[in-house]
């Protein structure tokens, strides 16, 4: 238990400590200061998902009566600690700490720095305890507390004016997913007077039968509040009709781009439904809504990709094609599966957005791709990296994304038109995100007609703890620090090798030793089949894979990678 309730004071204790003596800490010391508490939260929380595997157990805290109004309402402050959320907290935290340690390096001569390393930890803390609180009321205190930091972290340059439309959509559309909410909430206060969850599904199947009329037409009582529910994590997870405020809010600092919208913030919605999954097992509306909304955003979100010049944008719009994905495999109840590819999605695209930072900063805080160009010329590690996490992306076979994109396509194989549909829209993006991560890394590494050169692109020298020249023609340009480049390198080598066996071993099963001798969860997913989809995704990743080597620009870095 003390695994359990000693990170969350200590995740409240860093964030006092790091907002009322942020003038005595200074920039370096809070990102010291705060990092150990990370870690050490990192390592409590690992032992707790450890014990709970080991053990079969699920741990619930209920510290009593927080209000109480008559027969009205009864709201209770309760803690739950499961495998879901263990391993959504011990994700966030993860990239917590590599947004912040990129951040640092990244914007250390920036005079605003401090305030990004606090919001970031303040942001972050929010989120755990979404994945931690048991009761509704709570949940909706947390959904507004992460709904504040993100809007202080996208307004953060709020002297720009485009920054403060960006933070007022984005605003807007945060109000619209809690008005949604809201009526979920009231209905359970008014009907059940309770915000317990454990409480509230219990007696969701008693509703089964029950409708709400309007004008003389029905709607089954379920049917309504799940698609209620996934309207509000739509807004959240940026789906179709949804989604433009998540490339606008591109406008927030690379490192807290980096943070929110690869790993918390869109996956807020997809939490919401995983923990609401009781709901779903009675709302036949809310999983079709599902399913259609996600096929609908992953071919929308591909096009989009296809056609910006603009790579934070494409970035943006890579990760709402990817969040259709989740979205679409709740539909179909496959929860396994999309935690599964929720965090092999969340490293490689924290990672992509760190990758991106250091591009945009080479070229002076440029982000157009048609000004970009030559960078392999200049910084080997990086363009190496960005190749990398660009084939884990679209799904280059054996990698840990091909694994958990695999999975999900299996659980479309189904007859009816709704899977049909699904299936179409997941071919689109097959075909198209090889070819707009491909046009990513040509523009920026491989383009030799452009001969624009960075004058200003040293990072912190007080975190590299080696200094490096970097392979070059003729500059002394430091792109990426020595150690940051090796940090990403493990990280990257944990994620394509090692992360779906680690992933398999945490979501097969309770008994960890039953998990890593029979890999029953793979069972569940024959890795070759015979359908048309997967072996169109199959051969449009070996396509796109055939396309990038065989590119003059590829051969040329090559050439440089033997002599």
């Keep these: 238990m003390i695994f359990f309730i000693l990170p969350t004071f200590l995740l409240i204790l860093n964030c006092l400590g790091l907002y009322f003596f942020r003038q005595w800490w200074g920039p370096l010391?809070?990102?010291?200061?705060?990092?150990?508490?990370?870690?050490?939260?990192?390592?409590?929380?690992?032992?707790?998902?450890?014990?709970?595997?080991?053990?079969?157990?699920?741990?619930?805290?209920?510290?009593?009566?927080?209000?109480?109004?008559?027969?009205?309402?009864?709201?209770?402050?309760?803690?739950?600690?499961?495998?879901?959320?263990?391993t959504a907290a011990i994700?966030?935290?993860?990239?917590?700490?590599?947004?912040?340690?990129?951040?640092?390096?990244?914007?250390?001569?920036?005079?605003?720095?401090?305030?990004?390393?606090?919001?970031?930890?303040?942001?972050?803390?929010?989120?755990v305890f979404l994945f931690f609180v048991y009761d509704f009321f709570l949940i909706l205190v947390v959904w507004e507390l992460i709904g504040l930091f993100s809007l202080l972290l996208v307004n953060f340059y709020s002297t720009r004016v485009y920054t403060v439309k960006a933070a007022f959509k984005t605003f807007l559309f945060s109000r619209f997913s809690d008005f949604f909410i809201f009526i979920v909430f009231f209905f359970f206060v008014l009907i059940l007077n309770s915000t317990d969850l454990s409480v509230l599904f219990l007696k969701i199947p008693f509703f089964v039968f029950f409708n709400v009329y309007v004008s003389g037409v029905g709607f089954n009582m379920l049917n309504l509040l799940g698609f209620f529910i996934v309207i509000a994590g739509g807004v959240k997870a940026a789906q179709f009709f949804f989604h433009v405020w998540l490339p606008d809010a591109m406008e927030a600092p690379t490192p807290a781009s980096a943070l929110i919208h690869s790993s918390t913030l869109v996956i807020m919605g997809i939490y919401l439904i995983i923990r609401f999954n009781v709901l779903f097992e009675f709302s036949y509306l809310g999983n079709t809504t599902l399913s259609v909304l996600g096929g609908l955003t992953i071919a929308v979100g591909a096009i989009s990709a296809s056609f910006q010049n603009d790579i934070k944008k494409l970035v943006a719009y890579s990760t709402v094609s990817q969040m259709g994905y989740l979205f679409c495999g709740c539909g179909f109840m496959a929860y396994k599966e999309v935690m599964f590819y929720l965090a092999v999605h969340a490293m490689n695209k924290a990672f992509l957005f760190i990758m991106v930072g250091y591009v945009v900063h080479f070229f002076t805080g440029n982000t157009d791709l048609r000004f970009m160009g030559r960078l392999y010329t200049y910084s080997?590690?990086?363009?190496?990296?960005?190749?990398?996490?660009?084939?884990?992306?679209?799904?280059?076979?054996?990698?840990?994304?091909?694994?958990?994109?695999?999975?999900?396509?299996?659980?479309?194989?189904?007859?009816?038109?709704?899977?049909?549909?699904?299936?179409?829209?997941?071919f689109v993006s097959f075909l198209l995100t090889p070819v707009y991560m491909l046009f990513l890394n040509y523009f920026v590494a491989f383009?030799?007609?452009?001969?624009?050169?960075?004058?200003?692109?040293?990072?912190?020298?007080?975190?590299?703890?080696?200094?490096?020249?970097?392979?070059n023609l003729g500059t002394q340009s430091l792109v990426i620090a020595k150690m940051t480049s090796v940090?990403?390198?493990?990280?990257?080598?944990?994620?394509?090798?090692?992360?779906?066996?680690?992933?398999?071993?945490?979501?097969?099963?309770?008994?960890?030793?039953?998990?890593?001798?029979?890999f029953s969860?793979?069972?569940?997913?024959?890795?070759?089949?015979?359908?048309?989809?997967?072996?169109?995704?199959?051969?449009?990743?070996?396509?796109?894979?055939?396309?990038?080597?065989?590119?003059?620009?590829?051969?040329?870095?090559?050439?440089?990678?033997?002599?």
């Design 380 to 426: 080997f590690d990086l363009t190496a990296l960005l190749i990398i996490i660009s084939l884990n992306l679209t799904g280059l076979p054996t990698t840990s994304g091909f694994i958990a994109k695999e999975f999900l396509v299996f659980q479309t194989f189904k007859s009816d038109y709704f899977s049909l549909f699904v299936r179409v829209t997941w």
């Design 447 to 471: 383009r030799t007609n452009q001969t624009y050169v960075s004058n200003a692109t040293t990072p912190n020298p007080g975190l590299t703890l080696f200094t490096k020249d970097k392979f």
């Design 91 to 127: 994700l966030v935290l993860t990239l917590t700490l590599s947004a912040q340690y990129f951040g640092v390096e990244y914007m250390y001569r920036e005079a605003f720095v401090l305030r990004l390393v606090y919001l970031l930890n303040f942001f972050a803390t929010s989120v």
């Design 521 to 563: 969860f793979l069972n569940e997913a024959p890795l070759v089949s015979d359908n048309l989809l997967l072996s169109t995704y199959s051969l449009n990743t070996a396509l796109g894979l055939i396309i990038l080597t065989s590119s003059e620009t590829a051969l040329r870095f090559l050439y440089l990678l033997i002599y």
């Design 29 to 86: 010391g809070a990102f010291v200061s705060s990092s150990i508490f990370i870690i050490a939260v990192i390592f409590l929380l690992i032992g707790a998902l450890f014990f709970q595997l080991g053990t079969g157990a699920v741990w619930f805290v209920d510290f009593g009566r927080i209000f109480f109004l008559f027969d009205v309402i009864d709201i209770n402050l309760i803690l739950l600690s499961d495998t879901l959320g263990l």
């Design 487 to 518: 940090l990403l390198g493990l990280l990257l080598l944990l994620v394509l090798f090692l992360g779906e066996y680690a992933l398999t071993i945490l979501l097969s099963s309770n008994s960890q030793l039953g998990a890593i001798t029979s």
